[in-house]
């Protein structure tokens, strides 16, 4: 058995083994002292070869490639865990940048391969140090030089301040404005079928990465999507979304105020590459018979080739109420690659909207409301996200005047989806959106804020602690 004095003892020649490992371990201890004799070493024997990558050329400009190297070292776990990084902070909130100090080195490696890179300084010159197996060489440092480019080009995506494009009709050619894209909407804040969601997200992915691929088939790198359905559904909202997945600015055209179709062709080649373009209400548009432009026009435009002459690298989104009256050579396969249909709330969609809005994920009113759900009735996503707004600060009155609105489905609130847009329909009912009615917005819209009102006093009737000032 041990003894106390023994036990001691042992406590003792374990503290000790510790500090003297920690000192080893320092960073001017031992152990990276002999590291770095070992790289000496190495490079005594040529084992490596080390490749400069200096900030400014002999003309004394820039190298982009050091900026691209300094952004790709930032990213790399091991400038995390080395003990010679600083932090800053960067631009944005909560961005952090990392820098290695002077003279250091960190490790990467890929496709197996080891590599290290220096952050050498001299003076004011400046210059990464790449250090690379003479026997990797050939087969790695291309690939891994783009793969520099591709991770730098993301994260410089993913930090873009980014913008909203807006044509104006300025007199004469229709040019853009643009203010800062400030869209909170983001595809998880959007209620949608989870595995549409991920087949959009893997697809734009997807989309980010096949520049080579669309470049071999001889097509324009784009890629359009159409997305219909009744009015308040998402539409918009999700094409902030995918802007804000794809850190694109958007072009957003407004197609009442061109004048004929070079002043469209004008507008697309004054956009530019990593943009999202859309085009909303696009059935509206063409209902209108408006004769500024031709359909021939449109077709162009979204053919994209005008763009491969400009900008590449770009979305196109068209919005619809409904596809039923559209020509059919707007949405041949080609032209319109994705089509996403945008529905009515249905019980999920209902829970996604209860959870972001007011934090509820279960609650004991919801079998009352699948329910309903499942008796046909349904709102758009907008209304009752409207309704869950204004009770926020009580999720059961929220609810309920969720499900009063549901249960006046028949009355009220399906005028006012008729009243609204074109593609009147019952939950499911796509045949029904052939009334081809088009109403100017400010009907509509005027009806729309009727029937909140009403929707609004029928609540505050049944729950008179609604709340009708909360931020409405
Ligand atoms: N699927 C959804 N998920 C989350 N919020 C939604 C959804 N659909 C609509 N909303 C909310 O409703 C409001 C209106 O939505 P949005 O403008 O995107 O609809 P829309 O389909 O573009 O309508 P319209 O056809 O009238 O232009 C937005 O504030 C949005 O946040
Ligand atoms: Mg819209």
């Not at 919801?366 to 869950?388: R, T, Y």
């Amino acid at each position: 058995m041990m003894t106390t004095g023994n036990l001691f003892l042992a406590l003792i020649g374990t503290a000790v083994s510790l500090c003297l490992l920690r000192l080893l371990f320092r960073k001017t201890g031992p152990f990276h002292l002999l590291k770095g004799w070992w790289r000496s070493t190495q490079d005594w024997f040529y084992v490596y070869q080390v490749l400069k990558v200096p900030e400014f050329n002999d003309a004394v400009q820039e190298n982009p490639l050091y900026r691209r190297v300094s952004v790709y070292l930032n990213s790399l776990p091991s400038l995390e865990e080395s003990d010679f990084t600083n932090l800053f902070a960067g631009k944005k909130p909560n961005d952090i940048l990392l820098h290695l100090d002077p003279n250091q080195t960190i490790d990467d490696v890929f496709l197996g391969a080891r590599l290290s890179w220096t952050n050498d300084q001299r003076g004011d010159r400046r210059a990464f140090v790449l250090r690379i197996r003479r026997a990797d060489k050939m087969s790695i440092l291309r690939p891994y030089l783009q793969h520099i480019h591709a991770v730098s080009d993301e994260i410089d995506r993913k930090k873009r301040d980014l913008k909203l494009h807006i044509n104006v009709d300025d007199g004469g050619s229709g040019r853009w404005r643009s203010v800062p894209f400030t869209h909170p909407s983001t595809l998880d804040t959007i209620a949608m079928e989870p595995d549409l969601k991920d087949k959009v997200k893997s697809d734009l992915e997807s989309f980010l990465k096949a520049k080579q691929y669309y470049h071999r088939l001889g097509r324009v790198w784009k890629r359009s999507f159409l997305l219909y359905g009744p009015s308040g559904t998402g539409k918009s909202s999700f094409v902030a979304a995918m802007a804000n997945f794809l850190g694109y600015d958007v072009y957003d055209i407004d197609l009442s105020k061109l004048k004929d179709d070079s002043d469209l062709k004008l507008l697309l080649m004054d956009t530019t590459a990593k943009s999202v373009v859309v085009m909303e209400d696009l059935d509206r548009f063409l209902a209108s018979k408006s004769t500024a432009l031709s359909l021939s026009g449109i077709l162009n435009f979204m053919d994209g080739i005008l763009s491969s002459c400009c900008a590449e690298e770009r979305i196109m989104v068209f919005t619809m109420n409904s596809k039923e009256h559209v020509d059919a050579a707007i949405m041949r396969p080609g032209r319109v690659d994705v089509h996403i249909h945008f529905p009515l709330c249905d019980f999920s969609a209902f829970k996604n909207l209860a959870n972001s809005y007011l934090g509820v994920k279960d609650h004991k009113l919801f079998p009352q409301v699948e329910e309903i759900f499942q008796g046909g009735a349904s709102l758009s996503p907008a209304e009752i996200g409207e309704l869950m707004i204004a009770n926020r600060n009580s999720p059961s009155r929220a609810l309920k005047s969720v499900i009063t609105a549901l249960q006046t489905d028949g009355s009220a609130a399906k005028i006012g989806r008729r009243l609204s847009h074109d593609g009147v329909r019952k939950p499911g009912d796509e045949s029904a959106d052939s009334s081809g009615v088009f109403l100017k917005d400010s009907n509509a819209m005027k009806d729309l804020r009727k029937l909140y009102g009403l929707l609004r006093m029928k609540s505050t009737r049944k729950t008179p602690s609604f709340d009708g000032d909360s931020g409405q």
